[in-house]
């Protein structure tokens, strides 16, 4: 008889392995790590290192999703926004009812040549106004009066969809890299995940100081905590992948001029490390400013500026690199802004809005419904497309990961894919 | 570690004989930013309610207003007459730039100014408990350009800091920069902009969940008229919307004040910032309700004091539980100025040492990244602030080479020396004397009680010998000592508190 003990596999690449030869593993599972279990309940194939790729771009602050795509027929955009309207003929012309913002002219290119779609006044019901609730809501897939502890790529890779061997303390590749000095909530996980943050500023240290550290961070035979648990794991992490990382940016050359802001060189950096054959699945970049409650025409035209001008730029590099149809750009952001214009030319808190997706792989330039305008004072936008309907076609059309074990639920997937 | 106290016990009092050397470091970690034994000394000669009263004044000491902060202040007005009348654009925009570079320049003084004031001993527990209660009243010099506005909001905060909360929150809702920062600038009887309202109930009083919309879009209309001119607040009673709001099932002609007093009789009222205080000082995991409900309950009964909280919660039984001890993630403004007290060094006058590192770690000083302020927990820790944190010690432990300094930091540095504040960096002389006076032994024993808040194994610290008394060559022994203490202020224990 098979001794389920001694064969209990003790990774995850180990436990997928098993999944495939058909063994019962189900029956095991009160032995198993529960991540493991859950691995195979997934069962997704093991890693190669040309898999697709995600990159999030978070608009921090929520972006004014009307004056991002304008409604510039109807009559009620402008008795809504009668100061801060884009007008009709400086918008850039996507149909006969719909133009981009002016800033957006990179991005329009794009979309052009069959690179880029929007879709259309995404939200959820019962939306929050709160930029943390309803961005706690949208990074972790929950509905709105639902609190989950993980993010929905946190709860990805607990699936193994990541599908990198990047166990805490190995040095292996992270499984998800962000470009911001905070994890962002999308990457909390159950179980520890290597994940690493790109910033921080060279690294002095000789190596024998090196060894002393690391030995001093493998030592846990004292009186732990969860909070030393978990900085030794990251700090043991982050020594090793370091260096690769640092060595990775420093010798990059990019196929395109990418602007000077830091937001372009995120992207840049992002497209270095995807470039160098990383198995990084899913890389987070965030640009913060989009909360124009004063104001706004001026800011909000930069904002989309740096946005587009940037997005174009890392897209670019990746074709010129030939890396384009392994990787899908999203953005996304907490909340819209209000229909009306405040007294101040800015906007408040709304709901839905639209959002970009960008690769060579996106279909059609435009999906899912328009919002409808015709509201009474101060009432928000009835979203139309589900936020989490853009997660379940990234993670079933651009991750083949089932759904249902990352979202709870299936939803129906969109067509940009 | 469990914490096995009933939610009655927890609040009362530590007895007194638990109360002993290591009690009275865990506190000054938790409260200051480290435990110099000095401070160690004079807390159990007086003892920990009498320590308490001292530690948490009736009073703070104010930030005197930086000089680059002042200049601009009173150069304003002028200067933007100036940009108005620009005779072109280019012109407008050459203005506008150097406005800007003034600008950053009088942030960074007032940034350095306050670590500079924040690491001294007697600052340190209430420039601490400010910045808990700036982390909930939060404004942000990426909206607030005009630094003087920031100065003068945190000092509104200081002089709330130890008194009633509802009257600290009636004064933040009287500070320019506050006023600004949500909006109330343009909010007018004919358009009430809610941001503030809103912010108000949750994230200064009460706390998501706790009021309706319906509330918000009322308790707005309380709030229009709050203006800030060139000398500060001004209310602008033909702003102000004076018919009747209906705000928490209460209707009556409220104004902002009433409003906020509207909030504070509301049940959440009372749990709202002792649950803030447990995030910013206890645990990342926040306390339960159990354990909030009779603290809340004193604490309403207690007039909302936020220096009897203080008093209370820190001399509680709940607050030395082992559950609480070594193992909370230092914020970096603790590292930072943690690392300037344990290694008996000042603040740098000069961006290099503090406040670009501090950015790097996470937490640039008046730049939160939103409203809700700063995380914290273990959103602070990743591999790239983890490295940033490790460059840090390093840099503290590097001489300054001053000739690469500027001319204003060059200045800065004279007047640093001039008020004996001149140790920028922990030097070899420091180092060698430490040598010539100590055993290894009693080197490895002094840092590891000294710097790390948890109780380490015999091998750990068999391992930082070892590493200290291998260097035989004695021209190396003092860079080995270095090492040493660098490699140990860089270990993931030294990031706990």
Known sequence: ?417 | MKLDLSPQAAWQPLPANQWNEDAARHLLRRVSWAAQPPEVARLMNEGLKAGLERLFPAKANLLPEPRLVSNLAEAGPAYYQKIRNAESREQRQVLQREQRERQRQALQDLSIKWLQFASRPENAVTEKWTHFLSDIYVVSHEKINNPAEIHAHHDTLRQGALGAAPALTKAVSRSPAMVRYLDLQNSNKNAPNENFARELFELFVLGEGNYTEADIKEAARAFTGYRVRADGFHFASSQHDTRPKTVFGQTGKFTGDDVIDLAYSQPAAAAFVPKELGKFYLSDSPLSPAYLAPLADWWRSAGYDLRQLAHRVFSSRLFFHPAFRGNYIKRPTQLYLGLVQDLNINVAPYPRHSLNTLRLMGEEPFRPPNVSGWDGGRLWINSGTLNARRQLVQTLFTPVNEENLNADEQVEIVAARAQGAGVFTVTDERIEGMLKNMTPEQITDRFVDYFLPVKVSKTYRAEILAFLSSETDEAKRVARLRSTAITLLQSPEYQLC
């Not at chain 1, 043991?236 to 937001?263: H, I």
């Not at chain 1, 001026?298 to 990787?327: C, M, P, W, Y």
């Open chain 1, 1 to 417: 008889m098979h001794n389920a003990y001694q064969a209990l596999p003790t990774t995850r690449r180990e436990f997928l392995t098993w999944g495939t030869k058909g063994i019962g593993l189900l029956a095991f599972s009160q032995f198993a790590p529960s991540f493991l279990v859950q691995s195979t309940l997934a069962a997704t194939p093991t890693p190669e290192k040309d898999r697709s790729i995600l990159v999030l771009v978070q608009l921090a602050g929520g972006n004014d999703g009307l004056n991002t795509v304008i409604p510039y027929e109807d009559p009620e955009y402008y008795r809504l926004r009668p100061t801060i309207g884009i007008k009709k003929e400086d918008a850039i012309r996507l149909t006969d009812t719909l133009g981009l913002h002016p800033s957006l002219s990179a991005l329009h290119s794009l979309m052009n040549e069959g690179r880029a779609g929007i879709v259309q006044n995404v939200g959820y019901p019962n939306p929050n106004h709160s930029h943390f609730r309803s961005g706690e809501i949208w990074e972790t897939a929950s509905n709105s009066d639902q609190n989950l502890p993980s993010g929905w790529i946190g709860r990805f890779l607990d699936n193994a969809c990541g599908g990198a061997p990047g166990t805490a303390g190995t040095g292996g590749d992270p499984v998800a890299v962000h470009v911001s000095n905070e994890l962002p909530q999308s990457f909390q996980s159950r179980y520890p995940q290597s994940t690493f943050g790109l910033r921080g500023g060279g690294n002095r240290n000789n190596r024998e100081n090196l060894a002393f550290l690391e030995k001093l961070v493998k030592h846990d035979d004292h009186e732990a905590n969860a909070n030393a648990s978990f900085l030794r794991a990251t700090m043991m992490d982050a020594l090793v992948t370091e260096q690769r990382v640092q060595k990775v940016l420093g010798g990059y050359r990019a196929e395109s001029t990418y602007p000077g802001n830091g937001f372009a060189q995120s992207l840049r950096n992002v497209a270095a490390l995807i470039a160098s054959g990383m198995s990084t699945r899913v890389y987070f970049v965030s640009l913060g400013g989009f909360d124009t409650h004063s104001n706004q025409a001026n800011n909000h035209a930069n904002l989309l500026r740096t946005l587009s001008e940037g997005l174009a730029a890392f897209q670019k590099d990746l074709i010129a690199k030939k890396l384009d149809s392994q990787v899908l750009t999203m953005t996304f952001s907490e909340f819209g802004r209000r229909p009306n214009e405040n007294e101040s030319r800015g906007t408040d808190h709304g709901t839905a809005a639209p959002l970009f997706v960008m690769g060579s792989q996106v279909k059609s330039p435009l999906h899912g419904t328009p919002p409808s305008l015709k509201l009474q004072k101060n009432r928000d936008l009835e979203f139309s497309t589900d936020f989490r309907q853009v997660y379940a076609t990234v993670l079933d059309k651009w991750f083949a990961c089932p759904t249902d074990q990352v979202l709870g639920k299936t939803y129906e997937p969109l067509s940009f894919l």
